[in-house]
């Protein structure tokens, strides 16, 4: 079965510009979580979908938005980039959403530097 | 706030001994918690879960208690190797006022075993 897929890998934008990444869980997976990770923060949640419907969300400014499509893709959109935005965003695929454990199987993430 | 912890300082250990990792948790009561393996500009990878019911879980060289009362967990590797070289995440869940359980990741230990 193959695993969760993110695109694009890597990603080069300036301040004030606005980014699309992607990703592809797990057939099967139903729910999507998005996180950022930067040296000094560790893993900070952004939000989690599940049947396309924002389930969980993190404390992130509203330039940070997600979706999630009825093939469980999902898309996070940062608009108005700033410096601090540099990070590693990782998707997270799950089997079931609020279910007795969440395992989350992770993709290899994308790196998005702000120049 | 519900919060997590774990060793700030990272873990260097001769390769045969044990390693142990240590996750505290406060302000909240989580059923279940898990640890994760990362290894530097990729995603976390599952290692292993372990139920408030369950004093302790095994597998393989991995060892992982959690005890309620001090609100810990600790994680085991015995007969360390330096392909056990990673940070390691605690991740416990958190519900919140919608029922919905959320992962929330401690900073991670950074281990590294010397050959």
């Known amino acids: 079965k193959a695993g969760v897929t993110q695109t694009p890998r890597y990603l080069i934008k300036t301040r004030g510009q606005q980014v699309t990444l992607s990703c592809s869980p797990i057939?099967?997976?139903?729910?999507v979580s998005w996180y950022q990770q930067t040296p000094g923060q560790g893993l900070q949640f952004l939000f989690e979908?599940?049947?396309?419907?924002?389930?969980n969300k993190g404390n992130f400014p509203g330039r940070f938005s997600g979706r999630q499509f009825s093939n469980s893709r999902s898309e996070m959109n940062v608009s108005t980039l700033e410096l601090g935005d540099s990070a590693l965003y990782l998707c997270?695929?799950?089997?079931?959403?609020?279910?007795?454990?969440?395992?989350?199987?992770f993709g290899p993430g994308t790196r998005l530097t702000v120049l | 706030s519900q919060k997590i912890e774990q060793n700030s300082e990272a873990l260097n250990i001769q390769e045969g001994k044990t390693a142990t990792l240590t996750c505290n948790y406060t302000?909240?009561?989580?059923?279940?918690l898990q640890w994760y393996r990362q290894d530097p500009g990729r995603g976390p990878v599952f290692l292993l879960l372990?139920?408030?019911n369950e004093k302790e879980k095994r597998k393989e060289r991995l060892k992982v208690t959690f005890d309620t009362t001090l609100k810990q967990s600790l994680f085991h590797i015995t007969a360390s190797q330096p392909a056990d070289s990673a940070t390691y995440l605690c991740?416990?869940?958190?519900?919140?006022?919608?029922?919905?359980?959320?992962?929330?990741w401690g900073l991670g230990t950074s281990l590294a075993v010397n050959p």
């Open positions: 997270a695929s799950s089997r079931r959403q609020g279910g007795r454990t969440d395992t989350q199987y």
């Open positions: 979908y599940f049947s396309e419907t924002q389930r």
């Open positions: 991740a416990p869940p958190l519900l919140n006022a919608g029922n919905n359980r959320k992962l929330i």
């Open positions: 302000n909240y009561s989580p059923a279940y």
């Open positions: 057939s099967g997976h139903r729910s």
């Open positions: 372990i139920r408030e």
